[in-house]
DNA sequence: TGTTTTGGGGCTG
DNA sequence: CAGCCCCAAAACA
């Protein structure tokens, strides 16, 4: 089972991507108009996603597919026990892991899924750090009005 | 402000 | 396997 749908929210336009019953990518960046999503999940998922943006205490419980290597995994994981309006740093999440800053960005750096899998709420000890596999421009502008929704305010960066 | 250390991952031979 | 390169970091001089 897959599909596909877009949907718009306060923050950007959304491109959600469903694989096997399982939320599997999300994208920022789609021009595409807005459709509606066909499956169960999808319709949750959209619920969810406008839950968050009316309050950011309401967080995600969905299933994510099943992804990257071992490493990947267990940071992206860790990712999901951040609660919003709480941030850490690559190097605090790093010492969680019993890894290292430069690596727990790699992985973040890889995550399919930003906003449900929240790598937004990872940034460097000094600065703003990346998101969406990006370190400047519209997606950290985008990691910038997440963490504003969240409760921070924009001295970040 | 550099420079170095750092660990995960991809690529090549 | 080794060797080499790339990184969303951080520590240090």
């Known amino acids: 089972m897959h599909e596909t749908f877009v949907m718009d ?8 991507h469903i694989e096997q ?5 999300v994208e920022f960046n789609s021009d595409e108009p807005v459709s509606l999503p066909a499956t ?4 949750k998922l959209q619920q969810q996603l406008n ?13 994510v597919l099943p992804q990257g290597t071992d490493f990947q995994a267990r940071v992206w994981l860790a990712l ?4 919003p309006g709480k941030v850490l740093t690559y190097g605090e999440l ?3 892991l019993g890894s290292s800053a430069r690596a727990v960005g790699n992985a973040c750096r ?10 937004h709420r990872i940034v460097a ?4 750090g990346g998101f969406a596999g990006d370190t400047d421009g519209r997606l950290i502008d985008i990691k910038l009005r997440l963490l504003e929704h969240e409760g921070f305010g924009l001295k970040l960066g």
């Open 94 to 96: 790093a010492e969680k």
């Open 51 to 63: 839950d968050y943006f009316r309050s950011p205490a309401n967080s995600f419980a969905v299933p």
């Open 125 to 128: 000890k000094s600065g703003i």
């Open 9 to 16: 929210s306060p923050i950007y336009k959304l491109k959600i």
């Open 21 to 25: 019953n399982c939320v599997a990518k």
């Open 40 to 43: 169960d999940l999808g319709k």
């Open 80 to 83: 999901t026990d951040i609660p």
């Open 110 to 119: 890889r995550n399919p899924i930003p906003l449900i899998v929240p790598c």
